[in-house]
């Protein structure tokens, strides 16, 4: 959660400088705060879209896991939220991510990036692994949904035990990509955004 706010300080030297009543130092600093929220997260998602080769990259797809709670004159501050479950590596960028039933014209390796300035990497078990007994690949399960996965060495599949457990590969969150943003990106010029803001309404209400 991203948290917005102002100080007691904030509304006094609104009040003393315009010489206004309180009810209308709140009114500015209310609509500064939500203006600051809404496009501080924004921003988040921009700065996603940006990082990471989220196949679901489109802003809008990002902002569905947020929410704002905005701020009101008797509450001075504003709240950004994010929700949403683990992404599946296939949701980013791999390389074929095609399904080849039954391996059928299927390349050797697999390969995968999370982050735009990443290289692609083999799907192994482990990094830099030279066997391909546990590599990854595309599956498509009974239900239709596909997904990158490897099997899982000593678990075994109870519709068919002579298999080994099939393991859908995840990856970072949608909430996760933002946050990672928000704190190495965006938080930094919150506050200076949050004063442009203030002057701006402050501007409107004086015409």
Avoid: C
Avoid at 70 to 78: D, H, M
Avoid at 133 to 150: C, D, E, I, N, S
Avoid at 167 to 192: A, F, Q
């Amino acid at each position: 959660m991203i948290h917005i706010q102002v100080e007691m300080e904030d509304l006094l030297k609104i009040e003393s400088a315009l010489n206004m009543a309180r009810d209308k130092s709140k009114m500015i600093l209310r609509n500064a705060i939500n203006n600051t929220a809404k496009q501080t997260e924004s921003r988040m998602a921009d700065e996603a879209k940006s990082r990471y080769r989220y196949k679901k990259g489109n802003k809008s797809d990002i902002r569905k896991a947020n929410s704002i709670e905005k701020a009101s004159a008797g509450k001075l501050s504003s709240t950004i939220r994010a929700k949403g479950p683990v992404n599946e590596l296939l949701d980013f960028h791999v390389q074929p991510g095609a399904y080849y039933p039954g391996g059928k014209g299927a390349p050797k390796w697999v390969r995968a990036r999370v982050l735009r300035g990443s290289r692609l990497s083999r799907i192994a078990l482990q990094p830099g692994a030279s066997g391909d007994k546990y590599k990854g690949f595309v599956v498509r399960y009974p239900t239709g949904h596909m997904a990158l996965a490897q099997r899982v060495p000593g678990e075994h599949m109870k519709s068919n035990p002579r298999k080994e457990l099939l393991r859908s590969l995840l990856s970072i969150s949608t909430p996760k990509m933002e946050e990672t943003v928000y704190k190495e990106e965006v938080s930094e010029g919150m506050y200076d955004l949050l004063e442009k803001n203030i002057e701006e309404q402050m501007k409107k209400f004086l015409k």
